[in-house]
Every structure is written in C-alpha cells, then in structure tokens.
C-alpha cells in the first residue's frame, strides 16, 4: 500500500468539518436529549451536505469524516455512522423503489435509519441469529428479538437481518427492509454508560414481503459484511479522532499546568507518556488510512486490513483517552469534563461492530486462509 499524506484540499475539507462541528452541530448535540435520537442535530448534518455524501464517497472519505467530527463533536459524528450504517445495505442492495423511498430522507436527515444485526444471544456471532423469517405466503413473518440496536426504538426504518433457513448458519440469513411502522414491531430504549440512542426490538409476527428484501434470500451475511467492512475502518477513525482531542487536551494542560516546581510538560515522565500517546494515535490513524484505502482500490485483503484498523485504533483510543485522564489527574473525572465525556464514549468502539477479540478471530482466519498448504 502506499505511503498517506492527505492532499491539501483533504486537509482544508477536514478542517472544515472540525469547525462545523463545534460551531454548529456542537450547540445542536447539547440542546439533544441524552439517549434520545436528535433529530434536529440529523438536519443540520443534512443541511451540511454531509448525509448526502455517505452515498456517493468512499471509505477514506467516510473516515476522513469521522475522525473529524470526533474531534469537535462525538454526538455528530455517532449520528453521521448511524445513519450510515443502517441505510447502506439500501444504497448497496435496494431496489429502485427502496432507494427512492428512503435515501433521499436519510440525506436530508428526515428520516432515521438502524442496523439490526445484533441480538441478545448473538451479539458478536452473527451467523448464529435466531430471529425467525417463517414463510407466509408469498412472504415471511418475523419473530424474535434483536437488542443494543443504535437509533432503536425510534428509528423511522431497519435493515433487520433473519433467519430465513434454519441450522445454514451464514448461509441461511436473508436481509429485509423493514419500516418501524410495520404491525407487530415493537421496541424499547436501553440506559447505556455512554448516552447513545440503543434499544431492543421485538418482532412479533411482523409481515415483509419480496419487496422488502435486500439483496437475495440467504444471501443476507454477505449484505451484513459488506456494510461492516466499510465501516469497521471508519469505526477505528471515529476512535482515532477521540484519541486526537484527548491528545490535544493533554498537550494543552501539560503545558500549562504548574507543580514540582514547574510545568507537568518538564517532567520526562510526563512528556515521554505525552509521545507515546502521539505514536499511536498516529499509527491507528494511518492503518486506518490503509484500510479505507484499500476498501477503495478493491483490494482482496480488506477484510483483513478493515479488521486491523478497527481493532488498533479502538484498542488505541482507550489508552490514550485513558492516559489523557490520569494525566489530568481529578478534574477529568468531574461530570462534564470533555475528558470524562470521552472516556465514557471510547469504551463502547472495542465492542460494537465486533468486538476486538473478533476482530482477532477475522485477522486470523485470513492469514491462515492464503497461507501456503505445506505450512499449515
């Protein structure tokens, strides 16, 4: 892969989005309830243009976007991913009337959109779901359960993901396109460390026709990987633009702040935890680069290289939000603190769309994959 180095019109777009986020979407996050979905703060992204470019840029830009609002406004930038991450499989595997419906309110921020993968017996193995697809018809019901769906209960539309043949594993997964207004689905919110919108969905019988489909029955495990390959990189991007305004914060009150005789910046203790911090929010964020790249050139290996970014830049992210903290010693821990507020929300990236210790199992399985036969 080659060697990253954003281009000067990279660099002014990414400082614009720096700005935009803590001058206008800044402002629209605290007047939001926590744990609620923001709609207003969705209409200024839209109003941004920002939706809108979900669908038609690439994984570096998806990052690049990411790890910028991070930096000015976690909310905004959660509520960017989220929109994303439930609408793409419609942008990628919806039919005309699909795309046409919804797309254009998710752009503009009107309508919200949930990824409903993850259930209470299946967080992070995904072929083992259970939520029942029974045939009705020229249809299915569904029935089951889904749980810590981001943007759920309130959101205006799921990509829900069921089990349309039992015991096929991955092979038996179909994804639907389901409205929330659908009779017989149901939802509740969850009280999370960090505020985000999450809940639990039932389904109770709830109709979905061919027309709902995304993508070809059974083929439904590749629609949910493909949507995690993209965002896993930008993921590990969001973790990265966290670990730079913790970085920053340190830098800022390391310098600044006096004891022992002078500031905390003169104690080679200090300064050397300070570049250490700086070395891997670096490394994170150009794995992370390489990742989104190659997600853009086609490359074979993304599956691989997506589960790396995410998994150092998360892994990333906590040590150095964590360092940040200690750094600054009690005031950090005071409710309302931007560290405190980060601390809280870079907890939850080693977990959500696979956990590390899958990301791990992914990176494994591709090695030993293309590996020669005589070494294995």
């Known amino acids: 892969m080659p060697a990253f180095a954003l281009a000067p019109e990279q660099a002014a777009w990414c400082a614009e989005l720096r700005a935009l986020a803590t001058g206008r979407l800044r402002p629209l996050a605290d007047r939001?309830?926590?744990?609620?979905?923001?709609?207003?703060?969705?209409?200024?992204?839209?109003?941004?243009?920002?939706?809108?470019?979900?669908?038609?840029?690439?994984?570096?830009?998806?990052?690049?976007?990411?790890?910028?609002?991070?930096?000015?406004?976690?909310?905004?930038?959660?509520?960017?991913a989220l929109q994303g991450l439930g609408a793409h499989p419609v942008h990628a595997h919806g039919t005309p009337a699909q795309r046409d419906r919804w797309l254009p309110r998710v752009a503009d921020g009107s309508a919200v959109a949930a990824f409903a993968l993850s259930e209470p017996g299946a967080g992070s193995d995904a072929a083992a779901l259970s939520l029942a697809a029974e045939p009705d018809g020229d249809g299915w019901r569904l029935t089951g359960a889904k749980c810590w769906i981001s943007n759920a209960p309130e959101a205006d539309f799921y990509t829900v993901f069921a089990r349309t043949t039992p015991g096929a594993g991955a092979r038996g997964v179909t994804a639907f396109l389901v409205?929330?207004?659908?009779?017989?689905?149901?939802?509740?919110?969850?009280?999370?460390?960090?505020?985000?919108?999450?809940?639990?969905?039932?389904?109770?019988?709830?109709?979905?026709?061919?027309?709902?489909?995304?993508?070809?029955?059974?083929r439904g495990f590749a629609v949910a990987m493909g949507t995690l390959n993209l965002f896993r990189p930008s993921v590990g991007a969001f973790a990265v633009g966290m670990a730079q305004a913790a970085l920053d914060a340190t830098v800022a009150h390391t310098a600044r702040r006096e004891a022992f005789g002078g500031t905390l910046r003169d104690l080679q203790a200090v300064s050397h935890q300070v570049a250490e911090m700086a070395l891997r929010t670096e490394a994170a964020r150009l794995m992370v680069y390489a990742a989104a790249s190659a997600y853009d050139a086609g490359a074979a290996d993304v599956p691989r290289r997506a589960a790396m970014a995410k998994l150092l830049a998360t892994e990333t992210a906590q040590y150095v939000v964590d360092t940040a903290v200690q750094l600054h010693g009690a005031c950090?821990?005071?409710?309302?603190?931007?560290?405190?507020?980060?601390?809280?929300?870079?907890?939850?990236?080693?977990?959500?769309e696979g956990a590390s210790e899958v990301q791990r199992s992914v990176i494994a399985k591709e090695l030993y994959a293309t590996a020669p036969k005589g070494d294995r």
Not at 188 to 193: D, K, R
């Open 332 to 352: 950090a821990l005071r409710r309302g603190h931007p560290l405190e507020h980060l601390y809280r929300e870079v907890r939850a990236t080693r977990i959500y």
């Open 32 to 80: 939001g309830a926590p744990g609620r979905v923001n709609r207003p703060l969705l209409a200024g992204l839209g109003q941004a243009g920002l939706l809108a470019r979900l669908f038609d840029s690439g994984a570096l830009d998806l990052c690049l976007m990411r790890e910028s609002l991070a930096q000015g406004c976690t909310e905004a930038e959660t509520a960017l």
């Open 179 to 218: 409205p929330a207004d659908r009779p017989g689905l149901t939802g509740q919110a969850l009280e999370m460390l960090a505020p985000h919108p999450i809940g639990a969905l039932d389904f109770d019988a709830v109709p979905v026709t061919g027309a709902d489909l995304l993508g070809a029955p059974d």
